[in-house]
């Protein structure tokens, strides 16, 4: 069974500041994808990540995998309110016909 | 840019009721799939149709039942709603090969009392 582990599942952030959170999954996996959900809100597709060493970044959000250690970073750089969000990862399980399993979620208070 | 289009959006239910819920994907994606989001629980998989004409088991697949009517569609169905699947459900679909990546509809929550 694969299991996905998201931590810390809180993370007050002071704006400005930069951060990491992390994902690791349990099993051999050929995918990893990074999604938001704002509140009461859909989720929406930040990066996805196919390959071991697999750097992707959009705006102040880095994301990297290591499939060797089956760890994925979420990198936050300086950090404003528009990112306070929940953040989860997924992860395909190689060979699993596009079935992800999610995380449980890390959600991302940013403060003045 | 209708995407992933979910109904209904609420529903409440009373305990023993049925209700379908209903997904349709304008993208011409051949996988769907429903999930279940709970707080602090993440999201569980229900069901998912990895093509037309095929369904399988995902992680609580309990006390529902879906349909993959046609390319579009992908229905779930409660036969006997229980307070325990108050939840949000999320319908999603996939249809690029070398991503895999789900793009999701709004949501639909439903309350069973």
């Known amino acids: 069974e694969l299991k996905v582990e998201q931590n810390p599942l809180f993370l007050s952030m002071q704006e400005g500041k930069n951060y990491t959170i992390y994902c690791n999954y349990s099993t051999t996996s050929d995918r990893l994808y990074w999604y938001r959900q704002d509140p009461g809100k859909s989720l929406e597709s930040l990066f996805v990540l196919l390959s071991n060493g697999a750097v992707k970044q959009e705006g102040r959000l880095m994301a990297s995998l290591d499939t060797k250690a089956r760890l994925s970073t979420l990198h936050i750089t300086a950090a404003v309110h528009d990112l306070s969000a929940t953040y989860f990862c997924a992860v395909r399980r190689t060979g699993a016909n596009s079935k992800l399993t999610f995380g449980k979620g890390i959600t991302l208070s940013v403060r003045p | 840019n209708a995407g992933v289009t979910q109904t209904p959006k609420f529903q409440v239910l009373k305990t023993g009721q049925s209700m379908t819920l209903q997904c349709a994907q304008d993208?011409?994606?051949?996988?769907m799939y429903w999930y279940r989001q709970d707080p602090g629980m993440g999201l569980r998989l229900i069901y998912y149709?990895?093509?037309?004409?095929?369904?399988d088991k995902g992680e609580v697949p309990n006390g529902y039942n879906v349909s993959r009517l046609n390319k579009r569609e992908f229905s779930l169905r409660l036969e006997s709603a229980a307070p325990s699947q108050t939840s949000v459900y999320f319908c999603a679909s996939s249809g690029a090969v070398n991503t895999g990546e789900l793009f999701f509809g709004e949501g639909s929550r439903l309350t069973v009392l």
């Open positions: 993208m011409n994606h051949n996988s």
């Open positions: 149709s990895a093509s037309e004409g095929t369904t």
